[in-house]
């Protein structure tokens, strides 16, 4: 969910790259390489087509706002909540507002403006205490230094992005 680690780690789509697992189940949006050496892929419904709040890599909290019902594709949190029901483990939150004000309660940083996020606004995730926030730990971020339009698997299905020209820069301009 959310990720294609054949691509990622360079595999060469390949089941044994990924260890050879009895089982690979996926929800994706597009026919990645990952999906395409699945046993089950599970369609994703797209941004525009569900509701809630994701944290952007920047650390902002934004709101996601359907705009029409998706045909066919569940959403993240529909999926997870299904998958929870199933596995008999079941995740109590009933909406992803619910999980938003869960998360809200308990996790440092996210006492994110309610107001701001519901006029359509980026709220930056911050420390309550008043600390900056500690320095990740090396190893702890990966990276596929993949450039803006390359980075997600939206792109690759893009004829106009995939028309932008990108200058490659040394990493000593980075």
Same mark, same amino acid.
């Given at each position: 969910m959310g990720a294609n680690p054949i691509r990622s780690f360079g595999l060469q789509n &390949? /089941?044994?790259? !990924?260890?050879? @697992? =009895?089982? *690979?189940i996926v929800h994706e949006l597009f026919p990645t390489e990952t999906a395409q050496v699945a046993d089950v892929v599970l369609p994703a419904a797209c941004a525009y087509e569900k509701e809630g709040c994701l944290t952007n890599t920047c650390? =902002?909290?934004? /709101?996601?706002?359907r705009a029409l019902d998706p045909v066919g594709a569940r959403s993240d949190f529909d999926i997870l909540r299904l998958l929870s029901h199933a596995m008999q483990r079941p995740i109590a939150l /009933?909406? @992803? =507002?619910?999980? !938003?004000?869960? *998360? /809200? %309660?308990?996790? &440092?940083?996210?006492?994110? &403006?309610?107001? &701001?996020?519901?006029?359509? %606004?980026?709220?930056?995730?911050a420390p309550t205490d008043g600390r900056a926030p500690a320095a990740t730990p090396p190893g702890l971020v990966f990276s596929t230094d993949d450039s803006l339009f390359t980075s997600g698997t939206l792109g690759r299905y893009s004829p106009t992005l995939n028309s932008v020209h990108e200058r490659k820069l040394p990493r000593s301009e980075l």
């Open positions: &390949s /089941r044994s790259g !990924l260890g050879n @697992p =009895e089982l *690979i650390g =902002e909290v934004q /709101r996601l706002k /009933r909406t @992803p =507002e619910a999980a !938003l004000e869960e *998360i /809200r %309660q308990h996790v &440092s940083g996210y006492q994110v &403006s309610l107001a &701001s996020l519901l006029a359509g %606004q980026a709220a930056l995730v």
